[in-house]
């Protein structure tokens, strides 16, 4: 029985509710009427529901795709401006005791070579990243209680925090690790985690079953209700994602949105980030062997229609995708990149060439976080380091609330002019300063509020005199 409001997994992600679902948009996809009404209530950019959504998904007149693209930039545009938020993602280790199929460090594999960072190494991978210029981490690592306990990875959060090399420092640390008891997210929580993130892999029972054939992972009702036990632990910012090309992706967007749904039923609040993953080559794994693999065109739409189905959720791609990619990506409602990413353990601080075997994935965008800077400022986005809602309080309902009033602009706009002068200084290379520069003159210019354009003038000379971590 269908129940946004139930925490039961089988209720709110019910199988019966996605079937139907399919069914009505599967027959209303040419009904115009129907579907002008759905795109009217879009452009109110509050959102949809998950049927209404779906029709648009399924939909393929050539005029409508048109306006849904359209539809996507324009609330781009209004809730984020031309600002992209820059991470990386930091694997502490890949021992793992489940049978995830699609990922090298499943159980299974045994030519994969096997590493833990110690906090030594961590501390080296973290000053690596500083170096770069990286605030904002993704931490990630395999389930293993031997290897990998709770304890291990509250410890390496310590260690994150509490490097502070040059003017370099980690002020968020999003973690993506396995489901968890509620205690570990309340352990979680006081250790001050940013985002917690945890990608469903596939929402359709049956395949994710058969997809997890072994370890504590195997548990589905476990893994979909883990973010229920993550917000009842405190936690109020929590990452949704699916890894596209397991399933049929009309299944799993219409899940991804339920799910969405039912957060914010359940607890005021809906996700703060969605992640679009897409299946990539690795060791031991061949993308081929996955029947539902999505083509560029349909990743294009689905990510249009989730920026318009969840306006106010940050959207998040990684260097899975390629450059041209994620180029058509940002302008279709993604917020937020990885940039110089290295999916291995240890993998920044040591060269790539060396650590590459013990990869999660193949990267697609193997540019350094430098290029990464200059190709969004060449392109006129905004890139920027701000971590500033995390240390002010804006988390949870308090941020949706500020969000949805499409306020958080007067935040992030400066927040991100800010820090990517404190890069500019501190970490680009002279090309990519030069044009910075000048990109961040025309972003004064378009603050509205003269006061707010004062201070930041006045912040901007103060990070030139060394001042750091200055945020509204
Ligand atoms: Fe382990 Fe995660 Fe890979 Fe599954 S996806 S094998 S849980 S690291
Ligand atoms: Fe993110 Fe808040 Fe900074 Fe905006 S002000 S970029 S929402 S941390």
New binding site residues.
Partial sequence: MYNPKSTKAEEFISNDEILTTIEYAQNNKSNISLIKDILLKAKNKKGLTHKEAAVLMLCDYEEIEKEIFELAKEIKEEYYGNRIVLFAPLYLS?Y?????I??????QNKHIPRKKMTQEEIRNEVIALQDMGHKRLAV????DPVNNPIEYILESIETIYSIKHKNGAIRRVNVNI?ATTIENYKKLHEAKIGTYIL?Q?TYNKESYEIL?PT?P?HNYEYHTESMDRAMQAGIDDVGLGVLFGLENYIYEFIALIMHAEHLENVYGVGPHTISLPRIRPADDINPDSFTHALSDDLFKKLTALIRITVPYTGLIISTRESKECRKELLELGVSQISGGSKTSVGGYYKNEEEDKDSS?FQVNDNRTLDEVVNWLTSLNYLPSFCTACYGSGRTGERFMDICKKQQIHNFCHPNAIMTLKEYLIDYASSNTRKNAEKLIKKEIEKIQDENQKQIVIENLKKIENGIRDLKF
Avoid: D, L, R
């Avoid at 793992?96 to 995830?100: A, H, V």
């Avoid at 990630?140 to 389930?143: D, M, T």
């Fill in positions: 890949n793992c005791i489940n049978g995830c699609y990922c090298p460090y499943h159980s990630e690592s395999g389930e396995a990608f892999e997890h370890g992972k999660q």
